[in-house]
C-alpha cells in the first residue's frame, strides 16, 4: 500500500499540473519544481532512510515516515501559496525516503526463504508500477472533478489505514537496533550531487554559447563527488557501504533501476504533453483512456507475474519487461506516422504501462537485494530507490536536452526525445542479458569444478 501510493502520488501529479498553474498563476518552468523537490529530497535522502532502518528499527522508521507523508499531504492540499506546497511536496518526499527502504526491509526479513522472499517482493514492486499507471489514469478526473487539491487528500485516509495496520500487525523491532547515525552531510551531498549531475546535462545544449559555465559545473561536481567518496571510505558509520557494489546482482538491479526510472518518467512527461497537446484531448479524456491499462496492469501483476517467475526466473522475466517498455516506445513512434494515431498510443500504454512497469519493476528490486546481508537490507533498498529517482531526474534532463537540440534545428522534437528513451531501453535489456549470461557462465564453471 505504501510503495503503491509514493508511485501513485508522483503521476498523478502530471494531470493536475494545468490545473495548478491556473491557480498559482504559475508557467511550467516554475510549476515543474513541485514534481523536481519531491524527487530531489526522495532520492537525497532515501540512503539515509535505508540506513536508520536497519540501526533505528524498521518499524518505527517505517511508521515515522508513513505518519509525515500523511501530514505533509494533509499541509499540501491546504497550501495557501505556491511556497507553502512546494516545502509540503519535499517534506512528502522526505516521508517516502524513510517509508519505503524500510517497508522492503521489513519484506525481506519476514520472508526468509528465497521463492517466498521473490514473490512478496514481486507483489511490492508491482504496486509500483500499478501506482504509476494509476495515478495517470485518475489523475485528470480528480483534478478535474474534484481539484487538484485531492491528488494529496486522497493520501490521508489510505495510508493512515496503512499507518494503522503496520501498528498492529508488523513485528517489534528487535532490541539492539537503537544505533545512533551521525552522516547527514553525506545525505545532503548526495542530494547536491544530484542536482548538479541533472544541471550538467540540462547545460550541454548551451555550451557552445558559453562552455566556462559549464567547465565550473563539472569542476564543482567532480570536487563533490571525491569528497563524499573519500568521507564515506573513512566515516565510522558510513551512509553507503561501497562493498555492496562488489555483488553483481546489486550492480545490475540498481543500473535496471535507474534505467527504467529514465524511461518511464521520460515517457511519462512525453506521453501528458502528447495527448494534451497534439491530439487535444483534455486531462480528464485522457485519464480515462488510460483508466482501463491501470486496472489490467494490476491483473498482470497477480495473476501473469508469478507464473513468469516460476517459469524464467526473475533475470529472464526482467528482459521480457523491458522488452515491452521497448515495444511501447517503438508504437509511441510509429503514432507519428500513420492516420490513426490514438491506435498506436494505445498499444504504446498496453506495452509500457500495463506490461513493462508491472513487470520489469519487480525484477530490478529483487535483483537489487536479494543476495544482500539481512543487516543491510535497508541499506540496499534505499540504493535502490536512489538509483531509479535518479534516472528519472537524469532521463528527462536528457530527453530535454534533446527535444531542445531538435527544436533549435528545425527537426522534430517528439521523435528526437522518444529516440533517446529507444537507446535507453535497449541498454537496459542488454544490461539484463550480460548478468544473464555471466550467471550461467559462472554456474557452468562452479558444475565443471565439482
Same mark, same amino acid.
Given at each position: 500500500?505504501?510503495?503503491?501510493?509514493?508511485?501513485?502520488?508522483?503521476?498523478?501529479?502530471?494531470?493536475?499540473?494545468?490545473?495548478?498553474?491556473?491557480?498559482?498563476?504559475?508557467?511550467?518552468?516554475? *510549476?515543474?519544481?513541485?514534481?523536481?523537490?519531491?524527487?530531489?529530497?526522495? $532520492?537525497?535522502?532515501?540512503?539515509?532512510?535505508?540506513?536508520?532502518?536497519?540501526?533505528?528499527?524498521?518499524?518505527?522508521?517505517?511508521?515515522?515516515?508513513?505518519?509525515?507523508?500523511?501530514?505533509?499531504?494533509? $499541509?499540501?492540499?491546504?497550501?495557501?501559496?505556491?511556497?507553502?506546497?512546494?516545502?509540503?511536496?519535499?517534506?512528502?518526499?522526505?516521508?517516502?525516503?524513510?517509508?519505503?527502504?524500510?517497508?522492503? =526491509?521489513?519484506?525481506?526479513?519476514?520472508?526468509?526463504?528465497?521463492?517466498?522472499?521473490?514473490?512478496?517482493?514481486?507483489?511490492?514492486?508491482?504496486? &509500483?508500477?500499478?501506482?504509476? =499507471?494509476?495515478?495517470?489514469?485518475?489523475?485528470?478526473? *480528480?483534478?478535474?472533478?474534484?481539484?487538484?487539491?485531492?491528488?494529496?487528500?486522497?493520501?490521508?485516509?489510505?495510508?493512515?489505514?496503512?499507518?494503522?495496520?503496520?501498528?498492529?500487525? *508488523?513485528?517489534?523491532?528487535?532490541?539492539?537496533?537503537?544505533?545512533?547515525?551521525?552522516?547527514?552531510?553525506?545525505?545532503?551531498?548526495?542530494?547536491?550531487?544530484?542536482?548538479?549531475?541533472?544541471?550538467?546535462?540540462?547545460?550541454?545544449?548551451?555550451?557552445?554559447?558559453?562552455?566556462?559555465?559549464?567547465?565550473?559545473?563539472?569542476?564543482?561536481?567532480?570536487?563533490?563527488?571525491?569528497?563524499? %567518496?573519500?568521507?564515506?571510505?573513512?566515516?565510522?558509520?558510513?551512509?553507503?557501504?561501497?562493498?555492496?557494489?562488489?555483488?553483481?546482482?546489486?550492480?545490475?538491479?540498481?543500473?535496471?533501476?535507474?534505467?527504467?526510472?529514465?524511461? #518511464?518518467?521520460?515517457?511519462?512527461?512525453?506521453?501528458?504533453?502528447?495527448?494534451?497537446?497534439?491530439?487535444?484531448?483534455?486531462?480528464?479524456?485522457?485519464?480515462?483512456?488510460?483508466?482501463?491499462?491501470?486496472?489490467?496492469?494490476?491483473?498482470?501483476?497477480?495473476?501473469?507475474?508469478?507464473?513468469? #517467475?516460476?517459469?524464467?526466473?526473475?533475470?529472464?522475466?526482467?528482459?521480457?519487461?523491458?522488452?515491452?517498455?521497448?515495444?511501447?516506445?517503438? #508504437?509511441? %513512434?510509429?503514432?507519428?506516422?500513420?492516420?490513426?494515431?490514438?491506435?498506436?498510443?494505445?498499444?504504446?500504454?498496453?506495452?509500457?504501462?500495463?506490461?513493462?512497469?508491472?513487470?520489469?519493476?519487480?525484477?530490478?528490486? %529483487?535483483?537489487?537485494?536479494?543476495?544482500?546481508?539481512?543487516?543491510?537490507?535497508?541499506?540496499?533498498?534505499?540504493?535502490?530507490?536512489?538509483?531509479?529517482?535518479?534516472?528519472?531526474?537524469?532521463?528527462?534532463?536528457?530527453?530535454?536536452?534533446?527535444?531542445?537540440? $531538435?527544436?533549435?534545428?528545425?527537426?522534430?522534437?517528439?521523435?528526437?526525445?522518444?529516440?533517446?528513451?529507444?537507446?535507453? &531501453?535497449?541498454?537496459?535489456?542488454?544490461?539484463?542479458?550480460?548478468?544473464?549470461?555471466?550467471?550461467?557462465?559462472?554456474?557452468?564453471?562452479? *558444475?565443471?569444478?565439482?
Amino acid at each position: 500500500m505504501a510503495i503503491f501510493f509514493e508511485a501513485l502520488d508522483v503521476s498523478v501529479l502530471n494531470m493536475a499540473i494545468p490545473q495548478m498553474e491556473l491557480h498559482f498563476h504559475f508557467g511550467p518552468a516554475a *510549476i515543474q519544481w513541485v514534481q523536481t523537490v519531491y524527487v530531489l529530497l526522495y $532520492a537525497g535522502l532515501v540512503l539515509l532512510g535505508g540506513r536508520l532502518a536497519d540501526t533505528r528499527g524498521r518499524k518505527k522508521i517505517f511508521i515515522t515516515g508513513a505518519f509525515l507523508f500523511v501530514l505533509a499531504s494533509l $499541509a499540501a492540499g491546504f497550501s495557501p501559496s505556491f511556497t507553502w506546497l512546494l516545502v509540503c511536496r519535499g517534506l512528502q518526499g522526505a516521508g517516502v525516503a524513510l517509508a519505503i527502504p524500510a517497508a522492503m =526491509a521489513i519484506i525481506t526479513n519476514t520472508f526468509t526463504e528465497a521463492p517466498a522472499r521473490n514473490h512478496a517482493l514481486g507483489i511490492f514492486g508491482a504496486m &509500483a508500477g500499478i501506482g504509476f =499507471a494509476t495515478g495517470l489514469a485518475i489523475g485528470g478526473l *480528480i483534478s478535474n472533478y474534484l481539484g487538484w487539491q485531492w491528488v494529496f487528500f486522497i493520501n490521508v485516509p489510505v495510508i493512515g489505514a496503512a499507518i494503522l495496520l503496520a501498528l498492529k500487525f *508488523i513485528p517489534a523491532d528487535e532490541k539492539g537496533t537503537t544505533k545512533r547515525v551521525n552522516n547527514l552531510l553525506s545525505a545532503v551531498l548526495i542530494t547536491v550531487l544530484m542536482i548538479l549531475a541533472a544541471w550538467l546535462i540540462h547545460d550541454l545544449g548551451n555550451i557552445g554559447k558559453d562552455y566556462t559555465s559549464f567547465l565550473l559545473l563539472l569542476f564543482v561536481f567532480l570536487v563533490t563527488g571525491v569528497f563524499f %567518496i573519500r568521507r564515506e571510505r573513512v566515516h565510522t558509520a558510513p551512509l553507503v557501504d561501497f562493498r555492496l557494489f562488489r555483488l553483481d546482482g546489486v550492480i545490475t538491479g540498481n543500473m535496471g533501476a535507474m534505467l527504467l526510472g529514465s524511461v #518511464f518518467l521520460s515517457y511519462i512527461f512525453l506521453l501528458t504533453l502528447y495527448l494534451q497537446q497534439v491530439l487535444h484531448f483534455s486531462s480528464s479524456q485522457a485519464g480515462l483512456i488510460l483508466f482501463p491499462f491501470s486496472i489490467l496492469s494490476g491483473i498482470i501483476s497477480k495473476f501473469v507475474l508469478p507464473h513468469l #517467475f516460476a517459469r524464467f526466473g526473475v533475470i529472464k522475466t526482467g528482459i521480457i519487461g523491458n522488452s515491452c517498455m521497448l515495444c511501447g516506445i517503438l #508504437f509511441f %513512434i510509429l503514432s507519428y506516422f500513420t492516420n490513426s494515431p490514438l491506435l498506436f498510443i494505445l498499444c504504446a500504454v498496453l506495452s509500457i504501462n500495463s506490461l513493462g512497469m508491472s513487470i520489469t519493476f519487480p525484477c530490478v528490486t %529483487i535483483l537489487a537485494v536479494h543476495a544482500v546481508p539481512e543487516q543491510q537490507q535497508g541499506l540496499a533498498s534505499g540504493v535502490n530507490g536512489t538509483a531509479n529517482a535518479l534516472g528519472g531526474g537524469l532521463g528527462l534532463s536528457l530527453v530535454g536536452l534533446v527535444m531542445q537540440v $531538435a527544436t533549435v534545428k528545425g527537426g522534430r522534437p517528439y521523435s528526437a526525445g522518444l529516440a533517446m528513451l529507444v537507446v535507453l &531501453a535497449l541498454l537496459a535489456i542488454l544490461q539484463l542479458c550480460r548478468y544473464y549470461w555471466r550467471s550461467k557462465s559462472f554456474n557452468r564453471a562452479v *558444475i565443471a569444478s565439482s
